[in-house]
């Protein structure tokens, strides 16, 4: 047997020190400073049964086998069970996809990057080529950014999502969520059949955020087009755009 | 104050002694409260807050992180953000990526870092950072690097993030070749980077490199070795089988060693073939310890039977006995799509039941075929016979993990499972022949650390 014992200790160690001694950076400070390894991994799961959200502990009954082990113990001690618990963002559904793309100097044109990521989905829906599989590959597109980052979303399977990460040019293939959850909007720029509705975006500037878009603002025509998406979202974009300020904050007496 | 210095039963005195509460005033209590991890209390006070704000969410979701309670504050967080509460400030982001990395969920991790990319925070430090961490923690050492790569800004926190995650994952060389660049850059590591690095060496057997790294520590930088310092570099002399230095170290070092520690040196007797050695140090780990580990009473055993001490193997199973350890039992986590499912060792009631089983035995007819595989019995220390020896091996949760996830996960994908326990010997085999069979890259974090399997070899280089 090898230092099993010394490595569990190891491994607590690592990520005990690791946040510790980075307390000094206000973000380390609020993470756990407690071991993040499997050994405390156990506890914590152990000790969040009874979460806030849905909470679902497998209840399976327990096999029984020939001959003692404590595998087969008719009183096992499964007040340690983890909860079976998938934690998952509202409108993350594995079929809605965030994918980041990366440009090199000289950076390409809001038009150029924008094909580029319908370029890019179609090498994967279908030849590039072929001009169905282009349009096809629209069909597919349901956000764009070029200015918070570069990238967009795409509906498409998990498999299809996988083959997106080895392309040129992408940085990054994430399970999209919402970005306004009560309006259930996943963000960006709108991309309706190879039509970009520009909206709002949010810029961080190191300092405070800033909504800072070069583009001109809906006419007042669009603010009462429905548009129509894979869910309703709702009419009057601009309102459901976040306030600047914060949220639920009244001033204070 | 007093929520600060965990003392939030006395914050709430001085609370309730306020007239007019202010939102700063409940926002530190429901902090106090969520630090201490004392749930329902910190969710009660949230929720009779006449007026909550960006820092109250933050405070409650960060105390909850802290207390260990990643799924609450997940909770909590996704309840924010259908409050629509505009996130001006990413310190909750970070704190919920580090709720991430601490439960090694992936899933969750990757969807968080989508949002901080939308929301604009991906050159933000101290998320980045955060990142780094996870991703190095949900088994993912590339999407570490890839984030590390892309910062403009580091600080010593970002190298040694990436230089911790490397270590982990058995990347020695590059873990050390990435320290000569911080340090080329004119950044001062810390001490969590020389555990990371010694840890690193003693993965590989560096043990000149193992030995300046813990020279230059104290004579460089001025950092004093701590315990896991200590233990790292045993770890290293044991492993690489310089024993007799090793003992030196144990018993000259300004700290007590403890129990792993006396156990690492157990182990490396046991492994080295020095007997007599061992005996001895497992009577002083009997004697002066009651070693609260189960894995540290199968050692002693060990040691002692190959020593055909016959009386003493007895006298250590009976104090594993009597230590009355309901061990958790074993349990392996795997995350396929959107889903994470969990198996416990010998269970047999899974709805896919029929189908792991049949695949499990069909990958066990190829590995005794093709490979010459046998299972190793000697892992059981229960009494019974030798076939429901095996059938217990067949059914430890990270093979059921192994065959749920080639069953149903993207075909090619790499497989990620979380055991609570350590991997042993036998899975430890058939997941390396699984890895050949089905040409799959194979990730396992157990107890004490990760071991990638692929093409038929595992990361660890067989030494965990």
């Not at chain 2, 409650?60 to 629509?84: D, H, P």
């Not at chain 2, 998320?127 to 590390?148: E, G, R």
């Not at chain 2, 080329?184 to 560096?206: D, M, Q, R, W």
Request: glycine share 6%.
């Amino acid at each position: 047997m090898a230092h099993f014992t010394v490595r569990r200790k190891l491994a607590t160690v690592l990520t005990k020190t690791l946040s510790s001694s980075t307390s000094s950076c206000s973000s380390f400070s609020t993470l756990s400073s407690r071991s993040r390894f499997a050994v405390s991994l156990i506890d914590k799961l152990s000790s969040t049964r009874t979460g806030l959200g849905p909470c679902y502990v497998t209840t399976r009954p327990k096999t029984s086998g020939s001959g003692y082990s404590p595998l087969n113990d008719p009183s096992p001690n499964w007040s340690n069970r983890p909860p079976k618990e998938t934690i998952l963002l509202d409108g993350c559904d594995y079929e809605h996809w965030l994918i980041v793309m990366e440009f090199t100097d000289p950076k390409p044109t809001e038009d150029e990057m924008i094909n580029a990521y319908v370029k890019t989905l179609t090498s994967v829906v279908g030849r590039q080529k072929s001009h169905l599989f282009f349009e096809e590959a629209k069909k597919k597109i349901y956000s764009v950014c070029t200015s918070t980052y570069t990238g967009f979303g795409a509906l498409i399977s998990e498999e299809l999502s996988c083959k997106v990460k080895g392309l040129p040019g992408v940085l990054w293939v994430l399970p999209d969520s919402y970005l306004d959850v009560p309006n259930k909007d996943y963000g960006g720029d709108l991309y309706i059949e190879g039509k970009v509705i520009p909206r709002p975006q949010y810029r961080f500037t190191e300092q405070r955020q800033t909504r800072n878009r070069p583009r001109p603002r809906y006419d007042r025509r669009r603010e009462t087009v429905q548009v129509e998406r894979r869910e309703p979202t709702s009419q009057n974009r601009n309102q459901n755009q976040p306030q600047p300020s914060m949220g639920n904050q009244a001033p204070e007496s | 104050m007093y929520s600060k210095c965990d003392s939030p039963d006395s914050a709430k005195v001085v609370f309730d002694s306020i007239r007019v509460k202010s939102t700063i005033s409940w926002t530190a209590l429901v902090s106090g409260f969520a630090k201490s991890g004392r749930k329902e209390e910190a969710l009660e006070l949230f929720r009779n807050m006449p007026i909550k704000n960006l820092y109250s969410w933050t405070a409650l979701i960060s105390g909850f992180v802290q207390s260990g309670k990643g799924l609450e504050a997940f909770s909590v967080f996704t309840e924010m953000r259908r409050e629509s509460v505009h996130i001006l400030d990413p310190l909750v982001l970070s704190s919920i990526v580090g709720a991430c990395a601490n439960m090694a969920a992936s899933i969750a991790g990757r969807q968080v870092h989508g949002l901080v990319i939308s929301l604009g925070f991906y050159s933000c430090l101290f998320i980045s950072n955060a990142l780094i961490d996870m991703y190095a923690k949900c088994s993912d050492v590339i999407a570490a690097k890839d984030i590390f790569s892309r910062m403009r800004h580091r600080d010593v926190v970002s190298w040694t993030s990436l230089i911790v995650g490397m270590a982990q994952h058995g990347q020695a060389e590059k873990a050390l070749a990435l320290y000569s660049e911080m340090v080329s850059h004119g950044v001062k590591p810390n001490e969590v980077t020389f555990v990371g690095l010694i840890y690193a060496c003693s993965h590989v057997g560096f043990v000149a490199k193992g030995r300046e790294l813990f020279q230059s520590m104290s004579k460089d930088y001025g950092i004093r070795p701590s315990l896991q310092h200590y233990t790292c570099l045993l770890d290293l002399l044991g492993r690489s089988g310089l024993i007799d230095e090793a003992e030196k170290l144990i018993r000259t070092m300004p700290f007590p060693p403890d129990e792993p520690t006396w156990a690492a040196l157990l182990s490396a007797c046991k492994r080295q073939g020095k007997s007599q050695m061992g005996v001895r140090f497992a009577d002083h780990l009997l004697s002066c310890f009651k070693p609260r580990d189960p894995s540290t009473y199968i050692l002693l055993s060990n040691v002692y039977a190959s020593s055909s001490l016959w009386g003493k193997v007895s006298e250590a199973r009976r104090k594993l006995g009597d230590m009355e350890v309901r061990k958790d039992p074993g349990y392996s986590s795997v995350e396929v799509r959107k889903e994470t499912e969990v198996f416990y060792a010998g269970e047999t009631s899974h709805p896919l039941k029929e189908e792991i089983f049949g695949l499990l035995k069909k990958l066990e007819e190829d590995m005794r075929r093709r490979n010459g595989y046998v299972p190793d019995t000697s892992w059981i220390l229960h009494d019974m016979d030798e076939q429901e020896k095996e059938k217990l091996l067949f059914w430890h949760s990270e093979r059921s993990a192994v065959a749920y996830a080639l069953l149903k996960g993207v075909p090619g994908s790499p497989i990620r499972i979380v055991k609570n326990l350590r991997v042993c010997g036998d899975c430890h085999v058939v997941m390396k022949h699984i890895s050949e069979i089905t040409e799959r890259e194979i990730i396992v974090r157990d107890a004490t650390r990760y071991h990638h399997f692929k093409g038929g070899k595992c990361s660890c280089n067989d030494f965990w």
